[in-house]
């Protein structure tokens, strides 16, 4: 069996890094969706994918680990670790901040996925009140969003 004291710790404590920079990444990303910095969610959005799969990859990395110890993956194998080894509350620890993390991460991604849905529905509306009115009245733009001609002359023109 794999000496879990000193190995448990490095996986966990490598996953808890990954897991503040994608915190971080997603208070970012909040920042941007808010802003509208579209610019800024297409690099967001690539780092994203990148750290996800690193954190994928971490995990697996542990529950590799935890199935050579001969325990099952994730919170059921660790939590039985823990619970036959009170003393080790180091390790305890860093299963914590893991756990917090993770939390917090879930809690940041719903709520910029609430945050996305809120600004394309105003976007909707937006493109909704547009093109009801240019089908309604004479109109600045047509159904393509191209500026249109109410007269002869193009109020631009006129400028």
Request: net charge negative.
């Amino acid at each position: 069996m794999p000496d879990v004291i000193h190995s448990l710790p490095d996986h966990l404590a490598a996953e808890s890094e990954l897991m503040e920079s994608f915190v971080a990444l997603l208070q970012k990303e909040q920042e941007a969706i808010k802003g509208g910095d579209t610019q800024a969610m297409e690099h967001i959005t690539a780092e994203k994918m990148t750290l996800v799969a690193a954190l994928n990859r971490q995990s697996d990395n542990r529950n590799q680990f935890l199935s050579t110890c001969g325990l099952q993956h994730d919170r059921t194998g660790i939590e039985a670790w823990l619970a036959e080894n009170p003393k080790a509350a180091h390790i305890a620890d860093l299963w914590g901040q893991l756990k917090k993390l993770v939390a917090e991460a879930k809690e940041l991604n719903l709520l910029n996925g609430k945050l996305i849905s809120m600004r394309m529905q105003h976007n909707q509306q937006l493109l909704n009140a547009l093109v009801t009115t240019s089908r309604s009245h004479n109109s600045l733009y047509g159904p393509d969003g191209q500026p249109t001609q109410l007269s002869g002359r193009r109020i631009i023109d006129a400028a």
